[in-house]
């Protein structure tokens, strides 16, 4: 990957970008779109880098993966300063306890950590259950509640405090890549499109979208407002190249072998065949998967927004969904960059997206 690249993917998951506190990682998103295209933003937060096609009549196209990612927040502060929260977006009970946090409060960050009852001082039967997210608490060594409420407040909210870490080759890990991998790939996108000899034949939108781990909110809003003919949702998926993920059930996909390109109802079978047959043609390594329903992604609000839009996902593996320690293969983003560069290349006609 190229160095620029990578910085600007490592600052983009150290931002702390929560559902509905996403600007911090919206304004690296922001300026680092802002030399390759024209950049506005919207009420909800989403921000939208635009390139402009040779013709007015041009097909619309709108690529979109969301900045935010799962997290906490606080809801109250006990007597004795211990803080209790909220999940925002789904969290897994069992990995909480335990880790280091970061409360993002006014003046600033605030560090804490989730604490949990000695297993010393459990009975035998508790030992191996989960303690539920609305009994845990985060312990910001506050003495009592007026100490804690002075450096924090209820509603701020809060991330797990992981670094991004080169694992092995092109391998690494983060918090957050659900979907910030989705937004680097629209950005790198815009990038390579700015850096075209030749214009495209389409009007290309690039949209970092908000809220899509509470409700698909900010691709709900964001798709109103371009109003695309085509669009084309980046968004990770379950990597079942880990010991305890059923094949039978999620597909055959693995890190390093490609971006993912589902078919099902959700997607435009012409657009699929397009991004498939592109691959083919650049040797792109891609794997495919079977969502027969409606996905749980900007893709779904995307393909019924207005009068229809023709859909297509494209989907990076990605090992340990919503834990701290997601893990994904570089080459698998860079394939996902250049794969929607060259079939933006050869789109001309909306008409062509039109089922026959």
């Known amino acids: 990957m190229r160095e620029e690249s990578l910085e600007f993917l490592q600052e983009l998951l150290k931002a702390p970008s929560p559902s509905g506190y996403e600007q911090p990682a919206q304004r690296v998103f922001r300026s680092y779109i802002e030399p390759f295209s024209t950049v506005t933003t919207d009420v909800m937060g989403n ?16 690529l979109v993966g969301h900045s935010d990612e799962i997290g906490l927040q606080i809801r109250y502060v006990d007597d004795k300063g211990f803080i209790y929260f909220s999940a925002i977006g789904g969290v897994d009970a069992h990995l909480t306890a335990g880790l280091i946090v970061n409360i993002h409060a006014k ?17 035998p039967k508790d030992r191996d259950s989960v303690v539920k997210l609305d009994a845990q608490y985060i312990d910001i060594g506050a003495s009592d509640r007026k100490e804690a409420e002075s450096r924090v407040r209820v509603g701020d909210p809060i991330t797990f405090s992981t670094e991004f870490s080169t694992l092995h080759g092109s391998r690494v890990t983060a918090r957050g890549f659900d979907d910030k991998a989705g937004s680097f790939v629209v950005a790198e996108v815009l990038r390579q499109v700015h850096a075209l000899t030749e214009k495209l034949s ?42 305890d993920v059923e094949r039978k059930h999620n597909g055959d996909v693995a890190l390093g072998k490609g971006p993912i390109l589902p078919r099902g109802a959700n997607i435009n079978h012409a657009l ?9 043609k650049e040797g792109i390594p891609v794997q495919f998967t079977g969502i027969a329903r409606a996905t749980g992604t900007d ?34 983003l860079d394939a996902a960059v250049r794969l929607i560069t060259a079939t933006l290349k050869r789109i001309s006609d909306k008409k062509e997206f039109v089922p026959q």
């Not at 921000?47 to 709108?62: F, K, L, N, T």
């Not at 970092?208 to 949702?233: A, F, H, M, W």
């Open 107 to 123: 003046q600033g960050t605030v560090r804490g950590v989730i604490g949990k009852k000695p297993i010393h001082l459990m009975e």
């Open 272 to 280: 699929f065949e397009l991004l498939a047959d592109t691959a083919e």
């Open 47 to 62: 921000v939208y880098g635009h390139i402009q096609a040779v013709s007015d009549s041009a097909p619309r196209v709108m």
């Open 299 to 332: 893709a779904n609000v995307m393909q019924i927004s207005r009068g229809g839009v023709a859909t297509a996902l494209v989907k990076i593996p990605l090992r340990y969904m919503h834990t701290p320690v997601e893990v994904l293969d570089l080459t698998d």
């Open 202 to 243: 389409c009007d290309l939108y690039g949209v970092s979208s908000v809220q899509e781990e509470i409700g698909l909110r900010g691709g709900t809003t964001s798709c109103y407002n371009v109003k695309p003919d085509i669009g084309i949702c980046v968004e990770v998926d379950f990597a079942t190249d880990q010991p």
